[in-house]
């Protein structure tokens, strides 16, 4: 079974520059999940979908980011314009959604702004 | 409001040796999972083991056990017979019983040192 799959890995932009990073989780998986994670820290939570619809978007600094998962499956997270501050790794994640279910990460996105 | 804590920032373990990982969490329901997830330098986090609150029995994963105590609200992580391949940062997360939010701590460094 394949996992969850982030691109790009790397990127390296520089500020006021639009970045976009995409998501597929694993098949089957209607929760999904966009995190940030500063070194060191634990990962903090952006955005997560139940199937197409954002449920919890509280996080997500609307200004400058933006999310879609159209068809329920595959997932765009987007910062427009990049800042330095937004330097950190994303992370992508999925789960199926149901009681005590768990979430499996995807590799992570690592983003340098200059 | 959940909250994860992690009030160990850094831990080192002999090889070979045992080393437990500390974490508590603030919850005021009584249904609940909590897991323990790995993030080596390769930033892929990995689950390592979960645990229903129900359930008084500690999970164990090979090498990998826990210490649930339910009334002090604690889960710790023991790793047996510690090897290189331990060395990451390990967060604990707490996932309520309804609903799909996940929270994490801030993290664990450990270290294994040959």
């Known amino acids: 079974e394949a996992g969850v799959v982030q691109s790009p890995r790397y990127k390296i932009i520089e500020k006021k520059q639009p970045v976009a990073f995409w998501c597929n989780p694993i098949?089957?998986?209607?929760?999904l999940y966009w995190y940030l994670q500063n070194l060191g820290q634990g990962p903090e939570l952006l955005i997560r979908?139940?199937?197409?619809?954002?449920?919890?978007d509280s996080q997500l600094p609307k200004d400058r980011f933006s999310a879609e998962r159209l068809k329920g499956v595959d997932s765009t997270l987007k910062i427009q314009p990049a800042e330095l501050g937004d330097s950190a790794v994303y992370l992508c994640a999925s789960s199926v959604s149901g009681m005590g279910e768990t979430q499996y990460f995807g590799p992570g996105t690592r983003l340098l702004v200059l | 409001a959940q909250t994860v804590t992690q009030s160990q920032p850094e831990m080192s373990v002999q090889e070979a040796e045992t080393v437990t990982l500390s974490c508590t969490y603030d919850?005021?329901?009584?249904?609940?999972?909590l897991f323990w997830y790995k993030q080596p330098p390769s930033r892929q986090m990995i689950l390592v083991i979960r645990?229903?609150?129900?359930?008084?029995q500690n999970a164990t994963e090979n090498r990998f056990s826990v210490n649930f105590q339910k009334a002090a609200k604690s889960f710790s992580l023991k790793i047996s017979d510690s090897q290189l391949g331990d060395a990451a940062m390990y967060f604990c997360a707490y996932r309520r019983n309804t609903g799909n939010q996940f929270y994490f701590g801030t993290g664990t460094s450990l270290t294994v040192i040959p």
């Open positions: 098949s089957g998986h209607n929760t």
């Open positions: 919850t005021s329901e009584s249904d609940y999972y």
């Open positions: 979908y139940e199937n197409e619809e954002a449920v919890d």
């Open positions: 645990q229903e609150a129900y359930k008084q």
